[in-house]
């Protein structure tokens, strides 16, 4: 069984700063698989944001992220994380760990496990 556990979320000013955290533990090996961050704003549709690859060096940010957001990865220990600089009031949403394929996609259907979400809110 996989478990996916975020951690960090909360309100932030606009401009300031929050660190999202995800471990993930897998009762079985999945080697394959990578972890993510997607988001979803209430009457939104779920969006990717941000993945770094298992297998190699390489990390997708979406580009309304670029320049703020950062992702880093220990798969050693399952864990990435996402640090989330300038914060914006469009930014709020759920923030969900997933297990899946980092690709440019950033697509739902590459992913096979999630978390329960960590809700973010920026807000004067």
């Known amino acids: 069984q996989v478990q996916l556990v975020e951690s960090g979320g909360g309100l932030a000013q606009p401009g300031g700063s929050l660190t999202l955290s995800c471990t993930a533990t897998f009762g079985r090996t999945l080697e394959g698989y990578s972890l993510g961050w997607f988001r979803q704003a209430p009457g939104k549709e779920r969006e990717g944001v941000s993945c770094?690859?298992?297998?190699?060096?390489?990390?997708w940010l979406q580009d309304s992220v670029k320049g703020r957001f950062t992702i880093s990865r220990d798969y050693a220990r399952n864990t990435i994380t996402l640090q989330m600089n300038d914060l914006r009031s469009e930014d709020s949403a759920t923030y969900f760990c997933?297990?899946?394929?980092?690709?440019?996609?950033?697509?739902?259907?590459?992913?096979?496990?999630w978390g329960q979400g960590t809700q973010v809110t920026v807000s004067s």
């Open positions: 770094a690859s298992r297998h190699d060096n390489n990390v």
């Open positions: 997933a297990a899946g394929l980092c690709s440019g996609a950033m697509a739902d259907y590459e992913y096979d496990f």
